[in-house]
């Protein structure tokens, strides 16, 4: 089975930081690769799927690339609704470990 | 309205059973594959089973492999999951899910809000 690693687990940053998680598969996916918001008490949110392609309705600072095994989440300025947990998926079997996004 | 609704949550013993539901609305529901995704008190989503559009394909996680069954049914709009033979680590929020796309090229496009199982004695 295809196993998916977060990188960091957690991080602090501020409203205004860049933000890069990263995301490392196990073997080669090609670009089979999503991400999702979830903060708690909600639905997660779809956004980015196949590594790259920005969900209609998620905001622009958010952005996805790579392919193979290595993949990242970038928030290009972090506002204060991006405090979350964030997940990579592979397919639908795999799900990363997520990344917890705190307030510095 | 687009949304799913679970329900069907609730506090058992190990060993029992439980079935939770899924309301599908706003859509199309015929049309996409469904999945149940959970997440245990303090950890990630973990994918627990999904089935096709048409019913004819059911996949489950090795964690509830033998013990969970998948169902649904397109004329109310429903989807399912029979839990039996329940242990303490099945405690979980489990969410419905839409999939949209191909297996391999697809995500879950739509969540539901979640309905917690919790599984003690």
């Known amino acids: 089975d295809i196993q998916m690693t977060q990188s960091p687990s957690s991080l602090s940053a501020s409203v205004g930081d860049r933000v890069t998680i990263s995301c490392r598969a196990s073997?080669?996916?090609?670009?089979?690769l999503n991400w999702y918001q979830h903060k708690p008490g909600k639905a997660p949110k779809l956004l980015i799927y196949?590594?790259?392609n920005l969900q209609s309705g998620v905001p622009s600072r958010f952005s996805g690339s790579g392919s193979g095994t290595d993949f990242t989440l970038t928030i290009s300025s972090l506002q204060p609704e991006d405090f979350a947990t964030y997940y990579c998926?592979?397919?639908?079997?795999?799900f990363g470990g997520g990344t917890k996004v705190e307030i510095k | 309205q687009v949304q799913l609704v679970e329900s069907g949550g609730d506090v058992v013993q190990p060993g029992r059973s439980l079935r939770l539901s899924c309301a599908a609305s706003?859509?199309?529901?015929?049309?996409?594959?469904m999945h149940w995704v959970r997440q245990a008190p303090g950890k990630g989503l973990e994918w627990v089973a999904l089935?096709?559009?048409?019913?004819?394909?059911?996949e489950y996680a090795d964690s509830v492999q033998g013990r969970f069954t998948i169902s649904r049914d397109n004329s109310q709009k429903m989807l399912y999951l029979q839990m039996s033979s329940l242990r303490t680590e099945d405690t979980a929020l489990y969410f419905c899910?839409?999939?949209?796309?191909?297996?391999?090229?697809?995500?879950?496009?739509?969540w539901g809000q979640g309905t917690m199982v919790t599984v003690s004695s």
């Open positions: 899910a839409r999939w949209n796309g191909d297996d391999s090229r697809g995500a879950v496009d739509m």
């Open positions: 706003g859509f199309t529901f015929s049309a996409y594959g």
């Open positions: 089935i096709s559009y048409d019913a004819n394909n059911k």
């Open positions: 073997q080669t996916i090609s670009t089979s």
């Open positions: 196949v590594a790259s």
């Open positions: 998926q592979h397919s639908y079997r795999a």
